[in-house]
Structures are given as structure tokens and as C-alpha cells.
């Protein structure tokens, strides 16, 4: 995946973690600094979800759209396991390095 440009699939939460905000973007980084500034109006800054608690990588950006739509109709439960199996402790996942290299 490495050759090719990558995209990501993510889930952002408030600080009591009862929203998820799921997300598809080209840039992580730039993506989730929006979040915790708000930038902009709508489900993001009204609920104040500013927290990377899940992300995975893909490879042509279809693939993470067909995802992220998919994602988003699922069921509360099944995204909590989804995040729980590689983020047990909900930590956000910006402050950790190398922050958007999963592969």
C-alpha cells in the first residue's frame, strides 16, 4: 500500500463517549485537527467529537468510502466491539506515534 495514496476510515467521540462521529478522509492528520478545533458547523462541533478513538487504512479511497458507508449502519454495540478489539482503553489515538502509519 505504501506505492499507492491511502485513505482512512475513523471514528471520533466526545470526551463521555456517547456520539461517534464515523468519517472518511485523505488526510488524517489534517482531518482530526478540524475535529478538535471545529472548523466546521454541524455534527461534529455540536457534539464535540474530538477524540481518534478508531481509524484503519485503505487503498483506493472507493474501498475506504464503501467502508465508512457501511460502517455508519451499524449498530452502536458493533462499533464499540469494532473499537474495543484494537483500543481497549479508548485512548485517543493522535497522541500516539507514528500516528496514520497503520498499514
Known sequence: MSSMKVSYVYIETNYDKSVFYTGVTSDIHKR??????????????????????WYDVFSPITEAIKFEKRLKRWRRSWKIELIEKTNPEWLDLSTNEPFGRRE
Open 32 to 53: 482530526h485537527y478540524q475535529h478538535q478545533v471545529g472548523t466546521y458547523n454541524g455534527f461534529s462541533s455540536k457534539y464535540h467529537t474530538k477524540y481518534l478513538v
